[in-house]
């Protein structure tokens, strides 16, 4: 019962902590018959719902109406729907004729063709699949740029085809003792695979060194945080918690702290950590600070108070694309900040 219990907190510090700018819409559907979604709902119903939970009978015609019409959909819960097969039009495949297989993600179903351009649904940041998934077929979720998870009932890994996942920036969550199943297939051992769900940790800080206290009074140990956002005060006492027990961190938003200074080696070998918010009065970048991130990616935006980044910062940080400059204030850049050779990774603003 404690589990329980646990897990339902978890759920609804989840649920509350998403910060989309318009009001939350939460709701729960039994689709009865596959390919009747939309009969549900008026077109203005469906565009106010984020929160989405789907149970009965769903296919790829109604992956089409999610992924088309569903304009602010931000949560989608399927774990407990069946996934019935469906051929032919009316799918989410840019192919007319297409046979979609049961219980497998169908193709493209939440990435399109746009004038030549296939584009991810920018609204998705969770998608909840059931332990039935067989595969995720091909360019289910490609260039989804903002989803951020995706959890898997399955304890076995399902099939990922041709740029199932491609461009998507998200952390894989799975079943209790099944996180090696995964890295050890060939196909999911490049993502950032955790067990059970994702915990967010939401804060506000009014003295420093009280990081520590503010988790405890959530309910939540430093370990097991996914998604950090704090607003007010850090210090290093607060930075050394971050360092030395948050090794699974997904996301740190600290944007809206006083921070200047962010001490050496904080966020090193995080290796789950896929992005970051860096403090808006920040100055020092410390020596190693995200060194071996090795998951951190996209750009990184400096804020223009910003004057050092001391030596090898972001060192092994492989699939950073940049970091960018916004002010001119930044004169002091320690020796070998990135891998030799990545020099070209920071640019100025």
Not at 116 to 125: A, C, E, F, V, Y
Request: with cysteine; proline share 3%; net charge neutral.
């Amino acid at each position: 019962m404690k589990n329980k219990l646990s897990h339902i907190l978890l759920l609804t510090i989840l649920l509350l902590s998403v910060n989309d700018s318009y009001a939350q819409l939460a709701k729960k559907i039994h689709v009865i018959k596959a390919g009747t979604l939309v009969t549900y709902l008026t077109e203005n119903e469906g565009n106010e719902i984020t929160h989405l939970t789907l149970t009965g009978n769903i296919n790829a015609v109604d992956f089409r109406h999610l992924r088309d019409e569903f304009k602010n959909l931000t949560v989608l819960d399927i774990s407990n729907a069946e996934i019935r097969m469906h051929t032919g039009k009316g799918g989410t495949s840019p192919d007319n004729l297409y046979v979609y297989p049961k219980n497998c993600i169908p193709a493209y179903a939440f990435c399109k063709s746009i004038n030549g351009k296939w584009i991810g649904k920018s609204s998705l940041k969770r998608v909840v699949f059931s332990e039935k998934i067989r595969n995720i077929e091909d360019g289910a979720l490609k260039n989804c740029t903002n989803l951020k998870i995706i959890e898997i009932g399955k304890k076995k890994a399902p099939n990922l085809l041709s740029e199932a996942l491609e461009n998507t920036n998200a952390a894989i969550f799975v079943p209790l003792g099944c996180s090696d199943n995964y890295r050890m297939n060939a196909q999911w051992k490049s993502y950032a695979i955790l067990e059970g769900y994702p915990i967010y940790a939401d804060i506000k800080i009014s003295e420093s060194s009280n990081l520590g206290n503010e988790l405890l009074n959530l309910g939540i140990q430093p370990s097991e945080v996914n998604f950090l956002t704090i607003e007010g005060k850090l210090d290093e006492v607060d930075f050394k918690l971050i360092r030395n027990y948050m090794p699974n961190l997904v996301s740190v938003d600290i944007e809206k702290t006083s921070t200047k200074v962010i001490p050496e080696f904080t966020f090193s070998q995080k290796t789950y950590l896929l992005d970051v918010k860096l403090p808006s009065q920040l100055e020092v970048i410390g020596q190693r600070a995200f060194s071996n991130c090795i998951r951190l990616n996209g750009d990184l935006i400096l804020p223009s108070s910003m004057v050092a980044l001391e030596y090898g910062v972001f060192l092994g940080c492989k699939a950073l694309n940049h970091v960018i400059a916004t002010g001119n204030k930044l004169t002091t850049i320690g020796k070998d900040i990135f891998d030799e050779g990545n020099s070209f990774k920071l640019i100025y603003q």
